[in-house]
């Protein structure tokens, strides 16, 4: 069964045009999307592996850390000199500031509109710092890329948000703030002459203006307004890309890999998020479960000769492979949940002995994923994991 | 001596990036203040599954639950905190549930950047400062809040200087200007980074100590070290292990354990522990506060005495 789901994994890398990797935070969805872009074009694709925010040592090594927000050529050949040659790996970093400030300069009505919003304290504030300007600029940047010819493969590793929907519902929530009256609200000139003129036609309507004065303050009213204000003529604009993703990540272009652990936390994330695809209509590629405790006894055939060994040492052994497989069957039971409630068979990378830092790392990471090398997943897991722990031993 | 120096203030904030175990660390800290005798309240932010299922309990809701003698709990809901909000201020509940009723409000309030943050930093002011009783006390000794880990955790903290900044005069600026001064004072408050021994969660806890120090002013008491692999072999059984693993030895332990399998499961033991300790050292060079190790738990599940343990590891700390 799980073979059909690495056979949906490797055709989606294949064919379609974007993968968005989705999870929860402390998953390890950076590294899921950076290997997952390996593995794309070591096939002979053209991608752009998008990440949001990798490890310091992973960024050093691609090279991310010079070079925030400009896809950046990697080179494949040390660590893949026999792959399909048409196949070339870009990464980046998303930085939410400069993609905020190079929509504003791109699609600004004039230069002063593009100053008046760029000077804007709030527009300083709010473009860098705070909550969900991450998941606009991410959506913002997704179309962008998903356009751009150097790439036949974009992969999005989405902002680590608390809940993992929230990427999902951005250009929603963005299309549903352009709809209301809430905006045409905020253009009229209540508060720009410094009071609030109180021409509001319902009483409802004016309450609302005075009960947002007294908990909210004028001025803070008064510079919303004017951050509104100066974006003005760009609305139709956004709320048209905003429409324009919605419509991409429902096409058969795009694909969503869901990554989670096993932890049950993160889990019933996952299915909550399924459940939230499946509704939508969004295209639900595979679920990919990562950090899974591996049975220590798996690969061990039985026996019932007594060991030579020195009875403190034992005892101590024994209880160390109690632990960790109790923590196998744990997690086992975790992904059995998963694959119960959906239906659909989970793709597993066991815990690593290390951190994934490189390209060679990575690669190894997305071979492990597919099972290269061998007919039999689980083995070839084990080994490549052996391996990846064998090459960590060697650094130290 | 680690909680002593935390318990000295009324109000803990946990921080760290998602999947670190903050809840459970949080919970454990409360039963630990709880065992001095404290009343306390453990605040989460938005929890789809509250901690009070560590102990047993029905998940809590916006009002304060105690859920033992002395300990409560609650769950603040951004959207919930701000109609309670509306409600105190409009003082008529029809008019307040007109207003809550409108699309306007629910959207603008969706929104509005940081407008969430702030509302539940306000609670959490309005909850440290409330008195009650004759004469009249702290209605809480103490009070934990685990602070949601979105992005680098920072952005729930920076929201009231960013608001102060951006909206210096009215009511906003002047509510975000006491909420950061509750946060910088050391007397009141103290903030606590949990990590794990891992590369990424310990470089984030030391980017997130200088950020907070230098863009907030706000200094890291203590660092906690959750899930660590700890010693469980002798120096000698460690050589003897990692000798006798790449063998091929027949033989068994106990049933169902061969020697070669518990052989590997004591080399990844070892690979662990060793990790542990590497990120525990790297922390407590870079650290400017006490760093505690917590115990990686080989528990199914999260249950009363595992926290109990972790409680007691506290205590001892």
Redesign the interface.
């Known amino acids: 069964v799980s073979q059909l789901s690495v056979q949906a994994l490797s055709r989606a890398l294949d064919e379609r045009r974007v993968l968005v990797v989705c999870g ?4 390890g969805k950076t590294t899921a999307a950076a290997a997952l872009g390996v593995q794309a074009a070591l096939r002979g694709r053209r991608v752009l592996a998008c990440t949001i ?1 990798p ?3 992973l960024a050093t090594s691609l090279g991310l850390d010079r070079l925030p927000d400009k896809p950046r050529a990697l080179d494949l050949d040390r660590v893949a000199p026999d792959r399909d040659p048409r196949g070339a790996l870009w990464a980046m970093t998303l930085d939410t500031k400069r993609t905020f400030d190079a929509l504003v300069e791109k699609h600004a009505s004039s230069d002063a509109a593009r100053r008046r919003i760029l000077e804007n ?2 527009y300083k ?2 473009s860098s ?6 998941e606009y600029m991410a959506m913002e940047k997704l179309l962008e890329l998903s356009a751009d010819e150097r790439f036949d493969l974009v992969i999005l590793d989405t ?5 993992a929907l929230d990427f999902l519902e951005a250009p929603e ?1 963005l299309m ?2 352009l709809d ?3 905006l045409k ?1 905020f253009l009229k000139p209540y508060f720009v002459a410094g009071r609030l003129t109180l021409k509001v036609a319902t009483r ?1 309507g004016a ?2 203006l005075k ?1 947002a004065d ?7 009213l008064q ?2 307004s004017e951050f509104f204000l100066a974006f003005e003529g760009m609305y139709a604009g956004f709320k048209e890309r905003a429409g324009r993703v919605r419509a991409l990540l429902r096409s058969d272009d795009a694909g969503f890999i869901l990554v989670a ?1 096993p ?1 049950p ?2 889990l ?2 996952a299915l909550y998020f399924h459940q939230r695809l499946d509704e939508s209509g969004m295209p639900f590629v595979a679920f990919v479960v990562n950090r899974v405790h591996p049975d ?2 798996q ?12 009875d ?3 005892e ?9 497989r ?2 196998a ?2 997690d086992r039971r975790s992904v059995e949940r998963l694959e119960g409630v959906t239906g659909r068979s989970a793709i597993l990378i066991p815990e690593f ?3 994934v ?1 490189d390209l060679r790392e990575l690669k190894e990471t997305g071979d492990v994923l597919f099972g290269v090398g061998g007919e039999r997943r689980g083995r070839a897991r084990g080994r490549s994991a052996r391996r990846l ?1 064998a090459a960590d ?1 060697a650094k130290r | 001596m680690v909680l002593d120096d935390l318990l000295q203030r009324r109000l803990i904030i946990l921080s760290g990036k998602g999947g670190v175990g903050k809840s459970v660390i949080g919970t454990a800290l409360a039963l630990a203040a709880r065992g001095r005798g404290k009343r306390i309240l453990f605040i989460e932010v938005d929890a789809p599954l509250t901690a009070s299922r560590y102990l047993g309990e029905a998940p809590v809701g916006g009002h304060e639950t105690e859920v033992r003698p002395g300990l409560s709990m609650v769950n603040l809901v951004p959207a919930r905190v701000m109609d309670e909000y509306v409600r105190e201020m409009v003082r008529v509940d029809v008019l307040a549930r007109k207003v809550q009723g409108s699309p306007i409000y629910r959207r603008f309030f969706a929104a509005a950047p940081g407008l969430p943050e702030l509302m539940v930093l306000g609670k959490i002011m309005v909850l440290e400062e409330e008195k009650t009783g004759w004469p009249r006390r702290p209605r809480y000794d103490l009070i934990i809040v685990d602070a949601p880990a979105t992005g680098h955790g920072l952005a729930f903290l920076r929201v009231p200087l960013v608001a102060s900044n951006a909206v210096p005069v009215g009511p906003v600026g002047h509510n975000a200007r006491r909420i950061l001064s509750m946060l910088r004072d050391p007397k009141r408050t103290a903030l606590a980074i949990v990590a794990l021994p891992e590369e990424m969660a310990v470089v984030e806890a030391l980017e997130f100590q200088r950020m907070t120090r230098d863009e907030l002013g706000i200094e890291a008491r203590a660092f906690i070290l959750n899930g660590c692999h700890e010693r469980r072999f002798t120096g000698a059984q460690e050589a003897e292990i990692l000798r006798r693993v790449t063998e091929d030895e027949d033989g068994r332990l106990a049933p169902g354990v061969t020697l070669q399998a518990a052989l590997a499961a004591g080399r990844r033991h070892i690979r662990r522990r060793k990790l542990t300790q590497f990120y525990r050292k790297r922390l407590e060079q870079a650290a400017d506060a006490p760093v505690v190790s917590l115990p990686l738990l080989f528990t199914d599940r999260i249950d009363e005495a595992a926290l109990e343990t972790l409680a007691g590891r506290l205590e001892a700390a």
């Open positions: 929860s935070g402390g998953v925010d490890s310091r040592r304290r709030f504030q709010v710092a705070l909550a969900g300007s991450h902002p680590p948000t608390r809940h929530r549903g703030f209301t009256g809430i609200w409802t309450l609302a009960l007294n908990v909210l303050g004028l001025q803070f510079d919303l652990s932890a936390l993160t019933d994330e220590p006894a690969g061990f055939p039985a026996t019932r000769a007594a060991a030579d060994i020195d403190d040492l034992a101590a052994l024994v209880e160390v492979f109690q632990d960790q109790r923590l069957r744990a002995e290390a951190d830092h722990a031993g």
